[in-house]
Structure formats: C-alpha cells, structure tokens
C-alpha cells in the first residue's frame, strides 16, 4: 500500500504526543485542489473500513476509496528551507500542485 520513512513515523508520534487526540494520521484523496485530486490528513482514529498502515509504532489510517490513488506511495517528513510537514511521494500522480497538496492522478491503462 504505502510506505511510512522513519522521520515521518518519528514526526507523527511527536504530533499526536502534542495534540493529545488520535491515535494516528488518517489520510485520504477528495476531489479539489489546484490538480483536481488533494490530499487530506489530520490527526484521528481508524474509521470502518480503514486501512491501517503502521511503523515502528506510528500508525495510518486510510479509508478504502482512497487506497487506489495512494498505492505505492511514501509518506515522508520533511523540515528545510520551504517549510516542514509532512510529503507525498505518489507515483499515481502525472503532475503535482506548486504546495504539493493536490495532484492529477495518472492515466488508468483499460
């Protein structure tokens, strides 16, 4: 499904040791954004149908109708001179917006 590097489990564990609410990182696809597809993520706890993807000890919750758009993809955490948060590296995605949030998805091969 996905792979979680070792900063973005380390980075998620100290956000949901601050925030206090959570047990992890839900993270979806929705229809918006400057490319047509976004991305979501926040702090929550796995929903029905969820996918749960952890490493060493931080846990991703990603609902089912997301999983297509998200196969193969590496959640990463970055912290330099354009910002810190958390990275997408999705090969089902064509192009990507300048901020990194939204992409358009790749052609599906029929």
């Known amino acids: 499904m996905i ?11 100290d956000l949901i040791a601050a925030k206090g609410t959570g047990d992890g990182l839900r993270l979806g696809v929705e229809k918006g954004g400057c490319a047509g597809l976004q991305y979501i993520m926040e702090t929550g706890s796995p929903r029905g149908g969820d996918i749960t993807i952890e490493h060493a000890g931080a846990k991703v919750f ?8 998200l196969s193969g993809s590496v959640l990463d955490y970055e912290d330099g001179l354009s910002g810190a948060g958390f990275r997408i590296r ?21």
């Open 90 to 110: 999705n090969p089902q995605a064509s192009r990507s917006c300048g901020c990194g949030t939204s992409f358009e998805p790749a052609a599906i091969d029929t």
């Open 62 to 69: 990603i609902d089912a109708e997301s999983t297509a758009h």
């Open 3 to 13: 792979t979680i590097t070792d900063q973005a489990a380390r980075a998620l564990l």
